[in-house]
């Protein structure tokens, strides 16, 4: 068991300060991280929370797993780690076509 978690269907209200009043109940919470779209800085509905220890954790899970946030049903279970990205590089640029 993993102490980082993800946090999901979260309402667009949900903050840093929210989920770590919410996740400190099951324990220590060592980091919050709530995802913002790049251009608008607006939440994208999910995040990630730290907890201290694997057993916090696992007690944020059984213990907030499917409650109501603002009026949402959440998800909470432990965060997968993150696929390696294919960076093949390059992109773009486009046909210039042949202009000899």
């Known amino acids: 068991m993993g102490r980082k978690l993800y946090v999901g269907n979260l309402p667009y209200s949900a903050d840093q300060t929210s989920l770590e009043t919410t996740f400190s109940e099951c324990g220590t919470v060592d980091s919050v991280n709530v ?11 999910f995040a990630f929370v ?3 220890r ?9 213990s907030l797993n499917g409650t109501s946030l ?10 997968k780690p993150r696929a390696p990205r ?8 486009g046909g210039r076509g042949n202009r000899w």
Do not use: F, L, P, Y
């Open 86 to 93: 294919d960076n093949r590089g390059g992109g773009g640029g």
């Open 54 to 62: 694997d057993s916090e954790a696992q007690k944020a899970i059984q």
């Open 35 to 45: 995802i913002t779209d790049r251009d608008t800085g607006q939440s994208k509905g």
């Open 70 to 79: 603002d009026g949402r049903e959440i998800k909470v279970n432990e965060a």
């Open 50 to 52: 730290e907890m201290s």
